[in-house]
């Protein structure tokens, strides 16, 4: 067990990270910093936080494992912020959607007296905020993560076996791949959720009261927070918009067959989702 | 409580009428014909079904309501085909997701002899076949009720009343209505998420495995049949066509503000989205 452990920033993933921690015994002394004083206050007292620190720098004090949890954009900054007050040898992660530019910035910010090992857990909701965290968050879902080829070996150990302690499948995989691999299994995804809702929302909105199950689950993710997804597709922009083209390519054939009535062309592609979507695994 | 009531052809929706109309005592016998020799046999002794016919002619003999619950294709030609067996002042209504061209079509088949009201619940599964049924399946869920100007008013009622009987909530909408509204709303989610597994089948189809919630959302009615979803688009196409060209200049214009790094009018049509799910009301 970590005798002491860090969560900067916690939002749903934060809390849900501290949660698992605790519910799982992967640290014995959590200590938890969050930017707003009211939510300092609230933190205060739950069962899964042992200290609230009033400062990043303060919070990680004595701590051999930092999780950032904040937005992308928050990230590198907060690893500056923190870089000579950490442990030596000490690890931090964080649970960003993007990993590039965040994995590259955070090495060099931390130089050689500490180490960065960047991680995304595939996991989260449309809801945020540190209340609606779980201790299952994790469990059975993907945690990517992003070691650099000069990242110690024993420092991506770690980080593997923190995850995998939370229940995540740990999947190893190079920062820029895992920025493609995104863009189009999440980002994607996101952005067709999102502008679905945006176009029927300037056709008659009352249509939306007779919505089925289809509808309602294929944008459930378009009730996610608007801020968020402009700083995650603000990193990722290259690759999002790489996988937002070649999608528009594929919905243009689709088009295409339909005005041209080529009805086994268009089933050829419903065919092709239909066996996709098949395969997906389900989670545990 | 009707004497009699005869469904047709059921898949999911039909088996779920028949569950619902027996589990709400909506008619005293429940008539079944199905086309496969196989499926008459299975549904022999079901709770649900007091005697299976071996024609559709004979299935409606003695029936004051018909229920059509085949795919859209077939729809039309089971009415032509039961058109001189129903009891005089008989009504037929139906599950088809399009409904101009059926309301027409199935309308003057009947004549003065029987009425024709089109229905169309919303509300199925990417599961097919009549095992799937369930009772509950149409509770609180829209169900569209597409009566012509010259339909008895009294059909209509009955219609309107059956439906809600099995817990929807009915709503009259003009035929052409109905298709251009559910081309926006269950046509145009189909096509996305058919066309984004169809795009992603074709990437590294290993990534699959590290999907999270999202895709797996997203994606859910992926899973339907495509021939099934052939002659839906095929019936819909006008309608389908225009709302898939209408969505992509919404998508051309995200993809233009991410290209621009207009960040402002991405989160504007993020917000926009954001705030159209979030009207969605929650399914009872």
Redesign the interface.
Same mark, same amino acid.
């Given at each position: 067990m970590l005798p002491q452990l860090t969560i900067l920033a916690p939002g749903l993933l934060g809390a849900s990270v501290a949660r698992a921690v605790r519910a799982r015994h992967v640290a014995q002394r959590i200590v938890i910093w969050s930017r707003r004083a009211e939510t300092r206050l609230a933190l205060t007292g739950q069962p899964w936080c042992d200290a609230v620190a009033d400062t990043p720098e303060a919070a990680v004090t004595g701590s051999s494992l930092v999780v950032i949890a904040s937005p992308v954009d928050h990230i590198v900054p907060l690893i500056r912020q923190i870089a000579s007050h950490l442990p030596t040898g000490a690890i931090v992660t964080d649970v960003g959607s993007v990993k590039e530019e965040i994995t590259r910035l955070g090495t060099a910010a931390l130089g050689a007296h500490a180490h960065f090992v960047g991680a995304h857990p595939?996991?989260?909701? !449309?809801k945020t905020g540190w209340e609606h965290g779980t201790a299952e968050l994790f469990q059975g *879902?993907?945690c990517?993560v992003t070691p650099l080829t000069n990242t110690a070996p024993a420092a991506t150990a770690s980080v593997l076996k923190f995850w995998g302690d939370l229940g995540a499948n740990t #999947?190893v995989v190079e920062p820029a791949r895992h920025d493609e %691999?995104v863009a $189009? %299994?999440?980002h994607?995804?996101?952005?067709?959720?999102? #502008?679905?809702?945006?176009?029927?929302?300037? &056709?008659?909105?009352a249509?939306? /009261?007779?919505?089925?199950?289809?509808? =309602?689950? #294929?944008? *459930? %993710?378009?009730?996610?927070?608007?801020?968020l997804? &402009?700083t995650i597709? !603000?990193q990722n922009?290259t690759e999002?918009?790489g996988a937002?083209? $070649? +999608?528009?390519a !594929?919905?243009?054939r689709? !088009?295409k067959a339909?005005?041209a009535?080529d009805?086994s062309a268009?089933?050829e592609?419903?065919?092709?989702?239909? /066996? +996709? =979507? =098949?395969?997906? *695994?389900p %989670?545990s």
């Open positions: 595939m996991a989260g909701s !449309e *879902r993907t990517f #999947t %691999i $189009h %299994i999440s994607l995804p996101q952005v067709l959720a999102s #502008t679905l809702c945006a176009f029927l929302a300037q &056709r008659d909105p249509w939306c /009261d007779f919505a089925g199950g289809g509808l =309602r689950d #294929t944008t *459930r %993710i378009a009730g996610s927070d608007p801020q997804w &402009r597709l !603000e922009r999002v918009l937002i083209q $070649h +999608y528009q !594929e919905l243009n689709f !088009e339909l005005v009535e009805y268009l089933v592609q419903l065919q092709r989702g239909q /066996d +996709y =979507r =098949r395969a997906l *695994r %989670i």
